[in-house]
């Protein structure tokens, strides 16, 4: 799940090929987040003191940042994926039965009527999904 990729909390290891990939990403991520992090916590005054103490991370992983910033930005990236895909073609059919299959038209999170993005796995442990 994308949330766990970016708070870097990802259980999933897949083959070799994948794994060579998620450690790229994960590469990747950490390099954004240490810029993110150094731009925080270079500036001066009572807020960087905080933030450094806040955002304080001896291992560079940013842990910490990582999950402030996927909770400032979720509904952003949900966005971005659920009403930018084509058609609004995200949704697959999950409902009716295997000869009438259904798309969720109801719960489009596009039209502006339920925008929010679904909470109800964001927390969950990624074993139990």
């Known amino acids: 799940d994308i949330g766990d990729i970016v708070r870097g909390k990802d259980l999933f290891?897949?083959?070799?090929?994948?794994?060579?990939?998620?450690?790229?990403?994960?590469?990747?991520?950490?390099?954004?987040f240490a810029k993110i992090h150094s731009g925080?916590?270079?500036t001066r005054g009572?807020?960087?003191g905080?933030?450094?103490?806040?955002?304080?991370?001896?291992?560079?992983?940013?842990?910490?940042l990582r999950e402030d910033w996927w909770t400032?930005?979720?509904h952003t990236v949900w966005e971005a994926i659920t009403c930018n895909a084509g058609?609004?073609?995200?949704?697959?059919?999950?409902?009716?039965?295997a000869l009438n299959p259904s798309l969720t038209q109801g719960d489009c999170r596009c039209d502006g009527?339920?925008?929010?993005?679904?909470?109800?796995?964001?927390?969950?442990?990624?074993y139990l999904r």
Not at 13 to 32: A, F, P, S, T, Y
Not at 87 to 97: A, L, N, S, V
Request: glycine share 6%; hydrophobic share 20%.
């Open 13 to 32: 290891l897949g083959n070799d090929e994948e794994k060579k990939k998620r450690d790229e990403l994960e590469e990747n991520l950490q390099k954004i």
């Open 40 to 42: 925080l916590t270079s």
């Open 46 to 48: 009572k807020q960087n």
């Open 50 to 64: 905080e933030l450094q103490e806040r955002y304080k991370d001896n291992d560079k992983n940013f842990f910490k």
């Open 72 to 74: 400032a930005n979720r």
């Open 87 to 97: 058609g609004g073609t995200y949704f697959r059919p999950t409902c009716g039965d």
């Open 113 to 126: 009527a339920n925008v929010d993005p679904p909470t109800y796995f964001d927390y969950v442990p990624q």
